[in-house]
């Protein structure tokens, strides 16, 4: 069975930082790529960023390029973003997703999300 | 970026009513739509990809169509299990852009 495990959400003050992770397993894991979706309480869907495969390519929204930054780790089945520079806005649940292939768009697997709360 | 637009935003609907859900992208996005379900507390789901797709496990009563930048989701025949909120999104380019989403109430 395909499972995603969020974790390393809290609560931050605004130019705090957080590393978020993300244990991986019941599927080959370099195959596929990974990315991070956010809903900030009672909104819609945005996605944050993407990491192909092998790590060799990531995509990140504008509004967290330069602060947030997208790694994994395919011998530990183990997917990460570190972000750095809170802002409240970023307040929001972050959920671990799994493309359904090798960078489709689609995502097939979610994790139950991890709460960021960035607040003084 | 690609902007979603989605209709109705809330929708109210029986058990047995058949469901009709549009989507429109700013701008021509092919075939690279997705729609999920999300119910209350839980994450996301995908149904349908690629516009038509059926993801595996999901119901036939739900249903998907459309190119270029107009799509449809359709439930055929709606059950108490699909309350909730669906949301469209561009698989076209990066940043992949959802829907602002679609309450349905049984």
């Known amino acids: 069975e395909v499972q995603l495990l969020e974790s390393g959400g809290g609560l931050v003050q605004p130019g705090g930082s957080l590393r978020l992770s993300c244990a991986a397993s019941g599927f080959t894991f370099s195959t596929y790529a990974m990315g991070w979706v956010r809903q900030a309480p009672g909104k819609g869907l945005e996605w944050v960023s993407v990491?192909?495969?092998?790590?060799?390519?990531?995509y990140y929204i504008d509004s967290v390029r330069g602060r947030f930054t997208i790694s994994r780790d395919n011998s530990k089945n183990r997917l990460s973003l570190q972000m750095n520079s809170l802002r409240v806005e970023d307040t929001a649940i972050y959920y671990c997703?799994?493309?359904?292939?090798?960078?489709?768009?689609?995502?097939?697997?979610w994790g139950q999300g991890t709460l960021v709360t960035v607040s003084s | 970026d690609i902007q979603m637009t989605q209709s109705p935003s809330s929708v109210s609907a029986s058990v047995g009513d058949r469901v009709t859900i549009t989507c429109r992208a700013s701008?021509?996005?092919?075939?690279?739509l997705a729609w999920y379900q999300q119910k209350p507390g839980k994450a996301p789901k995908l149904l349908i990809y690629?516009?038509?797709t059926l993801q595996s496990g999901v119901p036939s009563r739900f249903s998907g169509s459309g190119s270029g930048t107009d799509f449809t989701l359709t439930i055929s025949s709606l059950q108490p299990e699909d309350l909730g909120t669906y949301y469209c999104q561009q698989a076209n380019i990066f940043p992949y852009t959802f829907g602002q989403g679609t309450q349905l109430e049984i």
């Open positions: 997703v799994k493309d359904e292939g090798a960078g489709s768009g689609y995502e097939d697997c």
């Open positions: 690629s516009a038509s």
């Open positions: 701008q021509d996005i092919t075939s690279w």
């Open positions: 990491i192909t495969g092998k790590g060799g390519t990531t």
